[in-house]
């Protein structure tokens, strides 16, 4: 099979329209390995201040896309290309550093459940087309059917032309 790395634009600090941030590991996940009982939902990591305080401080960098953090979750790895505060852009690696241990659910499967898309029809290009139309709160209604969470690493990227890591 192919794999994919998702490449998207990103800055260190929220700004502008860079406002969805992507986590490095919280240390309590870090320092119980699974089994362990489940850590926040992704609907309780966007709402609950509890949870909020949890990931403060974790930010490794900030995208404009929701959508673009969820194919970044679901790839489980991909590039930011960063323009830093002197114009410098650096382009690194987001590498899976584990999850909140809930369930993945496909938002696909849910736009479907929902009468949103068809079974045939379901497909990124789609989902992406749908959550442009539906409006910020639709789109996180979909964005929290799926409560699983994925943080990440950042790896320096010194061949910029390297393809995608995987497991082999």
């Known amino acids: 099979t192919g794999y994919f790395e998702p490449s998207l634009e990103a800055s260190r600090q929220p700004r502008g329209n860079f406002r969805v941030p992507l986590h490095a590991a919280p240390a309590e996940l870090m320092a119980n390995p699974p089994p362990r009982k489940p ?31 969820l194919v970044l979750q679901i790839q489980g790895s991909g590039r930011l290309r ?4 002197d ?10 550093a584990g999850h909140n241990d809930q369930p993945y659910r496909s938002v696909g499967r849910w736009l479907i459940d929902q009468g949103e898309l068809r079974a045939d029809g379901a497909s990124w290009p789609a989902i992406r087309q749908w959550g442009e139309r539906a409006g910020p709160a639709r789109l996180q209604q979909m964005l929290w059917a799926n ?12 061949d910029d032309g390297a393809g995608p890591r995987g497991a082999q």
Request: hydrophobic residues 45%; glycine residues 4%.
């Open 87 to 96: 114009g410098r852009v650096q382009t690194v690696r987001l590498a899976f």
């Open 82 to 85: 960063i323009t830093e505060p």
């Open 147 to 158: 409560p699983r969470v994925v943080f990440f690493r950042e790896e320096p990227l010194p």
């Open 39 to 69: 850590w926040y939902t992704r609907q309780q990591l966007d709402t609950l201040p509890a949870a909020r305080a949890a990931l403060r401080g974790l930010e490794i960098a900030w995208i404009e896309n929701p959508l673009d953090a």
